[in-house]
């Protein structure tokens, strides 16, 4: 899916919040209600790319905020990033451009991952997603995983497998056969997102 393709979604491409080099919107295909998706105004290939400590503690600031408004809104979440470091891989999910997910869900992701899918990959304990720089400097694709409790961990592979994240909540929220962003919007979630967050991040 091209970059053009990814900002021509204007059905749910909606700006919930922003801050000067990120913005906040719902996801195309949210298995569940009150999914977001963290994205830079310009374009890096996935967040291991950002350019500067300024950037990644913008970032990790806004992630403070928004996570403190899911919860508010929804309870327990996870935020993930499938991590490519070149692009048209399948890391990357079908999109070329650096984004990380905010799920509400109570299911920890790597258990799934582990239990229903048998990828016992190695995550590291992390301090947070500024590691992410490692792995791109040494050509490596990454997973970014923190939990609910708030415990961050990244891992890498050379196979990792397209969208394993939302396999996974597709299988926690009973629906595992629509996991594919590319075929299952679920419209319905994404229009009630909306309408929740435009409240609370005061959106006119």
């Not at 016992?120 to 050509?139: A, E, R």
Request: hydrophobic letters at 35%; charged letters at 25%.
């Amino acid at each position: 899916m091209s970059i053009k393709k990814f900002n021509d979604l204007v059905s749910y491409n909606v700006r919930l919040h922003e801050t000067e080099n990120f913005a906040v919107i719902p996801s195309l295909g949210s298995i569940v209600e009150g999914w977001l998706l963290i994205i830079p105004k310009k374009h890096y290939l996935s967040y291991g790319y950002l350019s500067s400590e300024e950037l990644y503690k913008e970032l990790n600031d806004l992630i403070v905020y928004v996570g403190s408004v899911v919860k508010k809104a929804y309870g327990d979440f996870v935020i993930f990033e499938n991590g490519a470091f070149c692009s048209d891989k399948l890391v990357g999910c079908g999109v070329d451009y650096a984004h990380i997910h905010i799920v509400p869900i109570k299911d920890d992701l790597i258990d799934i991952i582990k239990t229903r899918y048998n990828k016992n990959y190695n995550w590291k304990l992390v301090k947070s997603i500024d590691v992410s720089s490692t792995f791109v400097k040494n050509s490596q694709p990454y997973l970014y995983y923190r939990n609910q409790s708030g415990c961050s961990y990244i891992t890498t592979d050379p196979n990792i497998p397209s969208q394993l994240f939302r396999k996974a909540i597709a299988y926690s929220c009973g629906v595992e056969r629509e996991y594919d962003w590319k075929h299952y919007y679920f419209d319905e979630n994404i229009d009630k997102t909306i309408n929740i967050y435009k409240q609370l991040f005061n959106v006119i």
